[in-house]
């Protein structure tokens, strides 16, 4: 059995990404993850919200540490994860009330986020919503210096790293039946950036 891999940073924004799923889940009932990494964040609010199923997805070199935390968790609400690279996929079975990726925005190339945001407007129930989570820029422009260094050392691992502005990401969103319904400021500089599907006005919230 292989150890259970932490990323620090996932144990540091789970409380403030917590407080924020609280609001906005609201009735949802079924959640997707695109791009669950080590699984901690699936196993931490999947016991914060037992009334959630959280389906967890990677691209599968991620299964087995992803596993190593729902397979000792055990919640009857977290699932093992789909297969899910958003560039060689364009459908998962079944719906969800919500979709929820943290990180990987600015991990991704831009076709992939592209990629990404096509999935999402297939796979989201009418009113659903989409919570992304991670450091974005705002009308072209950094929200810190500390972000800009970020994105410096980004473009040096891989040029097509790196943060993505707001309005690029509210375009793909309304290419895919989305808006952006809420904006939250969350700690170290992030945002949490809540995108809903159009239909039911009252929505899963
Ligand atoms: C920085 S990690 C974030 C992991 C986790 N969500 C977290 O917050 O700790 C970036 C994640 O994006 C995923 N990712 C990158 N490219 C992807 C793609 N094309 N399709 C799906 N996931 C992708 C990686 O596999 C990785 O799990």
Redesign the pocket.
């Known amino acids: 059995m292989i150890e259970k891999p932490d ?1 620090p ?2 144990r540091r924004n789970c409380d403030a990404i917590l407080a924020v799923l609280r609001d906005v889940l609201g009735r949802s009932t079924s959640l997707l993850e ?5 699984g901690q ?1 699936a196993v931490y609010f999947g016991h914060a919200l037992p009334a959630l199923r959280w389906q967890t997805s ?2 599968s070199e ?1 299964h087995a540490g992803i596993l190593a935390w729902v397979n000792e968790a055990s919640l009857d609400n977290v699932v093992a994860p789909l297969d ?4 060689r996929r364009d459908r998962v079975d079944g719906r969800y009330d919500a979709v929820f ?4 925005a600015h ?2 190339s831009y076709q ?1 986020v592209v990629c990404m945001f096509r999935l999402v407007g297939t796979v989201l129930n009418e009113g659903g919503v989409f919570c992304l989570y991670g450091p974005f820029n705002v009308n072209g422009e950094f929200t810190s210096a500390s972000n800009e260094r970020f994105n410096e050392s980004l473009k040096l691992q891989n040029p097509e790293m790196g943060i993505r502005d707001l309005a690029d990401l509210n375009g793909l969103a309304a290419a895919n039946g989305l808006s952006e319904s809420r904006r939250y400021a969350m700690p170290a500089n992030n945002m949490l950036i809540v995108w809903r599907g159009l239909g039911d006005d009252d929505g899963y919230a």
Request: charged share 15%; aromatic share 0%.
């Open positions: 990323a940073a996932a695109i791009g669950s990494g080590t964040h990677d691209r991620n899910v690279d958003v560039l990726s943290a990180n990987t991990i991704m992939a």
